[in-house]
C-alpha cells in the first residue's frame, strides 16, 4: 500500500473515532420524555442536552469507557458507565423525581434561610463569575417558530407571507435554523465568535441569525438583557425586588448540596422574573435556573410570556460550575397572530483562559467561514449535539425537497399569478406585481392613505410607481420611479422621479438621482406631518403648515469608509417659487381667517417669504460611530452601535451659481447623540446641536435654520429629542448661529412601577429639558414631565406630556398627546 493511501485509511480511522456518537432516550419512571436534560461528560467540558422528545446525541472523540452524567431539575442526578467502540451507541436512560428534603436545622429561626443561601450568592457571585469570565468554546445553537391558527386576513389585508409552510389549520414552522460555530469570549462582553456551520430550513444557501452574544443572560450580572434590563435573582439589590423560599435541598453524584430555591417578584409590574434558582451550597455558584417572565415585564408587549431555563456542570478537576446549556420558550400573538418556539443553546469544550491578548478582540465580534451554508447532511447528522424532533425533521425534509421545485419558473410563476391578482380597491390601495423567477416588481402607491389638505393645494391626491429590480444574494438592489401629485384648490399636478442603487451591502454604498417638481415645507425636516396638519386645517382653521415650490434635480452618494465611519455627499440645483393660499375650506366652519402661507407675516396675503431664485447647494458629511461593533456575514455587513460612547456628525454646506450672490452661504454644522443605559432605571438620551452660517447676512428664508417646534400639541415620535413642544415652528429661525440640546429621561417603569395604583398602567415616567440658544435671543427652554407606554393590553402607542416654557421668564405651558400610531398612517 501507497504511502498516501495509508496516510488516507489512518486519517478515516481518526474521523470514525472523531464522530462516535453515544444516543440515547431519558425519560421519567412513567416513560415520559424528558426535554431539557443537562447531559456531559464527567470531568469535561463536552456536554449537550435532550430534545422535546427526550432524545440525545453526545459526540465522542476518544473510545472507551466514559462516565455520563444526566443531570435534570427535580430528578435525581445518574451517572452511567458506558463502553464506547463503534460510531453510535445507544442508551435508554430513566431518571427518578429527586428526593428533595427540607433542611431541619435553620440558620436562623427569625429569619428566612432561603435569604440567607441568597445573601451568600451574592457575596460569592463575583468569585463564581471570575472562575468562567475568559474561556473559548463550541457553540450549537437552534431555533424554530411556529405560527398557529394563522388569519387570512388582519385588517382588511391578506395575510399570506407563510402560506407554503402552513397546514390546513393555518399552522406551522414558519422559522427552523441552526448553527454551529467558536467562541472566545471575556466578561462582561467581550466575544468573537465564528460560524463555522449555518443551516435554515428552506434555504439552501440561508445564513441563520443565530448568535451567542444576543443570548448571554449571565445570572452572576445585574441584569439581563432583555428588551430593558431584567433584575437578576441574585443581583446586588436583588432583595429590593424578589422574595425567596427554600423548598429543599438534595445532592449531586459529588455529593455537593444544591438548595432548590423559588424566586417571586414583590411587584410582578417590575422587570423581574419568577421560578427557581439552584445554588450550590459551600460554593454558592448557581447549578441552574428556571425562570419566567412575562412580556409586559420586560416591555415586550407582542411576548406573553418567555421561560428561560439554564443548568451547569460541575468539574472535579478544576472544581468550576459551568453553564453548558440554555433554552429560550416563548409564546407570543399580537392583532390575532399566535406565535410560539424555543431556542436551544449548548456550550461544550470549554478551555478557561487566564488571560487574553490585547488583540484578540476586535469590532467584529462574528464572522462566518467561507462555505458555512454549503453544509451537507452527514455533517450536521455528526456534529448537531441535539437531535432532531420529528417535527424538525419533517419540516427540513419537506422544505429541502421543495428547493428546487420553489426556484423553478413554473413555481414561482404561480406564486405570483396568486399574489399578482388585482381587483378595483386596489386602485386606491395600491398594488404590487412581481416577478419572482427574474427578481423584479413594480408597485403601485395608491392615494388613500396618501390624501391630505393645506390650503395651497387644497386637497391633495398623491400617486407613486416604481419597479425595483433585486439581487437577494448580495441583498442589493436598484430602483427607478416617479410620484405624483394633484392640489384640487390651485389646480395645478406636480411630478418627481428618482432613481436609487445600492452598491454593496459590506458598506452600505448607494446612489440616489431625483429630480422634479415638489412642494415643500421651509423647514426641510417636515415638522408638522400630513395627517396632522390636514386635521389642524380642516377641523379648527390651524393652517401651521407652510410651503415653497422647488423645481430641481439632485443627486445623493453615501457609503461606510470604514467601520463606523459613514459619508454623505449631495448636490442639488434648484429653482425656488413662493406659493400663496387658494383655499379657505374647513369641515368646522368658523370666523376666523386663516394665516397666510408667509411664516414671516402671517396675516398679509399678498407677500411671500421669499422671491423667486435658483441655487446650487451641497454637503458633505461625516457621521462617526465610535466604538462600532459588527457582524460580517457573505451578505452584508450588519453594525452594532457601541452604547459606551456617542455619535458625533459634522458637516459642512456651500452654495453657488445663485440667481444673485447674495444667496449663497457657507454653514458648518455639528451633532452629538448619546444613549446611556441606566441599568434598570431606564435610559437617558442626549442630543446636541450647533451650527454658523458664514456670508448669509441676505440669504433666502428657505435656506434658514428652523427649528422643530410644535403648535398643534401631537407628537408622533417615540421621543422628543429632536424638537420643542411649545416652539411656533419659525418664531426662532436663523442665518447666524445656532446652539441646541435635547435631554430626556424614560425610567422604563422604574418608579412608576412601584407607585400604588399608578402601576397598573404599565406606564413609563418621561422627564425632559430642551435648551435653545441664537444670537440676540434669550435662551428659551422648555421643562417637561410625562408619561410614555401608555394603551391597553399590548396596545402601547400613546404618550402624554405636560410642558412648561421659558424665554427671559415663563413663556406658557401645554400639554402635548403622543399619538405613535399616526407614523403608520404617513
Known sequence: MSIQKSLFVFMLLLSLNAMAQIKGRVTDDKGNPLPFVNIFEENTYNSTTTNEQGKFELNIKIPGKHSIIFQYMGYQTTRQVVEVDKVSTEMEIMLREENITLNEVIINPKDNPANEIIRNAIKNKKDNAEKTARFKADFYSRGIIRLKDAPKTIMGQKFDFFDEALDSTRSGIIYLSETVSRLTFQKPDKMKEVIVASKVSGKDNGFSFNNAASVNFDCYENYLPFEINVISPIADNAFNYYKYKLEGSFFTENHQQVNKIKVTPRRDTEPVMEGYIYIVDDSYAIYATDLTIKGSQMQSPA?????????????TINKIWVMNTQTIDFVAGLLSIKLNGRFTYVYSNFEFEKQFDKKTFTNEVLSFEENANKKEASFWNTIRPVPLTEEESKDYIKKDALQTKKKSKPYLDSIDHKHNRFSLSDILMGYSYNNSFKKWSVDYDGPLLSTSFN???????????????RNEEKRTYTRIGSRFEYGFAEEKIRATGYYIHKFSNLNNSAIALNGGSMVNQFNSNNPISNIVNSVSTLFFKNNFMKLYEKNFVGANYGRELINGIYMNLNAEYAERKPLYNHTNYTVIKNDDPYTSNNPLDPIDETSAALTKHNLVKTNVALRFNFGQKYWSRPDGKFNIPNDD???????????????????????????????LTLGNKGNLELVTKGGKFFNADNISFVDYKHFNGNQ??????????NVFNLLPYYAASTNDAYFETHIEHNDKGYFMNKLPLLKQLQSQLVLGFHNLAIPDRKPYQEFSVGL???????YRLLRIDYVRAYQNGYQGDGVIFGLKFLNILE
Open 303 to 315: 411576548i406573553d410570556n418567555l421561560i428561560l431555563k439554564q443548568s451547569y456542570s460541575y468539574n
Open 788 to 794: 410614555d407606554n401608555l394603551g391597553y393590553g399590548k
Open 712 to 721: 398643534t400639541h401631537i407628537g408622533q415620535t417615540d421621543a422628543y429629542t
Open 645 to 675: 460612547y456617542p455619535s458625533l456628525t459634522l458637516g459642512y454646506e456651500k452654495t453657488f451659481a445663485a440667481t444673485d450672490k447674495k444667496y449663497e452661504y457657507d454653514m458648518a454644522v455639528a451633532k452629538i447623540d448619546y444613549t
Open 455 to 469: 390650503t395651497v393645494q387644497g386637497w391633495r391626491l398623491k400617486a407613486g410607481l416604481s419597479y425595483t429590480k
